[in-house]
């Protein structure tokens, strides 16, 4: 197979909430302008993406660091830039290479291209990202993976709410493991329109509805609730503002599962979910960060 050209790249840290704003500055100053996600253990959002800006020729490194410089300031951020090199290859095979299939429980999360190889007895999770947040890899994703997967193998929830649901994955997760009604709500309409895709992809229209909503008393969430399983993988500070409404959704013998907080952020979390009358089940830590699962005693 033939390799695709080379590139050239500058790039800057940005706060995942300033993404928008510098790829709006740089506007077409360059062949593209893209973004991604750096995945730090400890590390929540200071910064956690990198916008980049590609060129089929070595760009001028003193004049971009000048017009960076100066976004950065505007921003009022560090002024964190990389120059790289990016050599011919078979981008495409790079790029299902580093989306290779990720295993957590009983999932199997896979793009398309590894879609013959589903390990019998799993249960397979076709997932396209695309502008939304989500695709398995992230810490906290994997440690919501595995609590529902445990909570599933001991007794499906009737009834599931996966609040900031955005590429689907918890909620379609939930699904395949036996959930019969799930809703997967996000604030972001991206996150709702791509979420739909990945439900359409895995063949569970009538299992899962994705809409947009900003809040747990959302009345459209509160009339399909009380919920057996609510899952919420955000960050602390909307997890704690969150606390009364979320685990009003929970019903007597449900489960809550919280992620998205470092350990540090743990002690917080409890307390605040505790005052609600939730107790704390388990607690599953990866690279940093904690998922937790909380119960409501009947």
């Known amino acids: 197979m033939p390799l695709s050209p080379e590139f050239w790249s500058v790039e800057l840290d940005v706060p995942v909430d300033l993404v928008a704003a510098a790829e709006e500055m740089l506007g077409d100053e360059a062949l593209a302008v893209?973004?991604?996600?750096?995945?730090?253990p400890g590390v929540a959002v200071s910064p956690d993406?990198?916008?980049?800006?590609?060129?089929?020729?070595?760009?001028?490194?003193?004049?971009?660091?000048?017009?960076?410089?100066?976004i950065a300031a505007a921003l009022g951020i560090p002024a964190a830039i990389r120059f790289a090199h990016l050599p011919a290859q078979d981008w495409v095979r790079h790029t299902n290479k580093l989306n290779a299939p990720i295993r957590a429980g009983r999932f199997f999360l896979h793009g398309a291209h590894d879609a013959d190889a589903v390990p019998p007895g799993s249960l397979s999770l076709l997932l396209d990202a695309g502008l939304a947040f989500g695709t398995g890899r992230a810490p906290s994703t994997y440690g919501c993976l595995q609590a529902i997967d445990d909570l599933c193998r001991v007794h499906a929830p009737r009834r599931m709410l996966d609040m900031g649901t955005g590429s689907g994955v918890l909620a379609m997760a939930a699904a395949k493991a036996g959930t019969q009604r799930v809703l997967a709500a996000d604030i972001d309409p991206v996150a709702v329109a791509v979420t739909r895709d990945n439900i359409r992809l895995n063949g569970l229209t009538s299992r899962i509805t994705a809409l947009t909503a900003s809040r747990p008393d959302d009345p459209r969430l509160k009339a399909e609730g009380p919920y057996d399983l609510v899952v919420a993988n955000i960050l602390a500070e909307p997890l704690c503002r969150m606390a009364t409404g979320l685990s009003h959704l929970v019903a007597q013998g449900g489960h809550l599962v919280l992620s998205g907080l470092l350990a540090r952020e743990?002690?917080?979390?409890?307390?605040?979910?505790?005052?609600t009358g939730l107790s704390l089940a388990r607690r599953i830590p990866r690279e940093g960060w904690h998922t937790l699962v909380f119960e409501r005693r009947a």
């Open 266 to 275: 743990e002690r917080l979390i409890v307390a605040r979910y505790r005052a």
């Open 49 to 70: 993406w990198r916008v980049q800006v590609l060129f089929d020729a070595p760009p001028d490194q003193k004049l971009w660091r000048k017009r960076l410089g100066e």
């Open 34 to 40: 893209t973004s991604y996600e750096v995945l730090k």
